[in-house]
């Protein structure tokens, strides 16, 4: 079956700490893989997308996430996390449909 | 105006009351969405529309009634609803090629409270 599970349902670190956010997806085919991240009050607001070929991929707001296939895992990082990074963080998996498979989400707090 | 945009942004109705919830996307995009959004579930994909024409319904309750008159606006019209259908609802839009894996572009979502 399809999905994507985020095992962190929170995570709290310091401001300038270096961030590390959790997905590993299930799915049978070549995955595409999103993270977008929702402010509160917000929708949803792409940071980054893998399709192919280098499994590093840089994001905006100094984010990156790497593909590992052996894994099955796409994992955020930020290297030095500000406060305005708090908010909710969803990866997903798109289909060859019009399905997006979204995580339940990570809800990132940051702490003077 | 630019991107997607959501009216109303909040939304209280009473379970026998007609209501409709609008999208407008500014992006060009041919591909439009609703998804439901509630508390510590990961989003639902309602309906979807590709050119105009609907391409996913995911065992919704009739009670939600999508329209999609051309590909710049989406319907959501809501009808007697039950108190468990209160949520943040979501409008999305894309670009068909690609279907769903496209990157989707989100509106702020209209909170629905049914009382």
């Known amino acids: 079956a399809q999905s994507v599970t985020q095992p962190d349902i929170h995570i709290t670190v310091s401001e300038g700490a270096s961030l590390e956010l959790r997905c590993n997806y299930s799915?049978?085919?070549?995955?595409?893989l999103f993270w977008y991240v929702q402010s509160p009050g917000q929708g949803l607001q792409l940071l980054l997308k893998y399709f192919s070929g280098d499994t590093l991929v840089q994001g905006i707001k100094g984010f990156e996430a790497e593909f590992k296939r052996s894994q099955s895992s796409f994992n955020l990082r930020k290297p030095s996390v500000h406060w305005s990074d708090a908010a909710e963080y969803f990866c997903?998996?798109?289909?060859?449909?019009?399905?997006?498979?979204f995580g339940a989400g990570t809800r990132l707090f940051v702490k003077a | 105006e630019t991107g997607v945009t959501q009216t109303p942004r909040h939304l209280v109705m009473g379970m026998t009351n007609k209501k409709s919830l609008k999208c407008e996307q500014h992006l060009g995009h041919n591909a439009m969405y609703w998804y439901k959004q509630s508390a510590k579930k990961p989003l639902e994909l309602m309906f979807v529309y590709s050119l105009e024409e609907r391409v996913e319904n995911n065992s919704v309750p009739s009670r939600f009634s999508p329209e999609c008159p051309n590909s710049s606006h989406l319907f959501l019209h809501l009808h007697t609803l039950q108190p468990e259908d209160s949520a943040l609802y979501l409008c999305?839009?894309?670009?068909?090629?690609?279907?769903?894996?496209?990157?989707?572009?989100f509106g702020p979502g209209t909170r629905l409270t049914v009382l």
């Open positions: 999305a839009s894309s670009q068909t090629k690609g279907g769903g894996r496209s990157s989707q572009f």
């Open positions: 799915y049978g085919a070549t995955p595409y």
């Open positions: 997903a998996v798109g289909t060859g449909g019009f399905k997006t498979i």
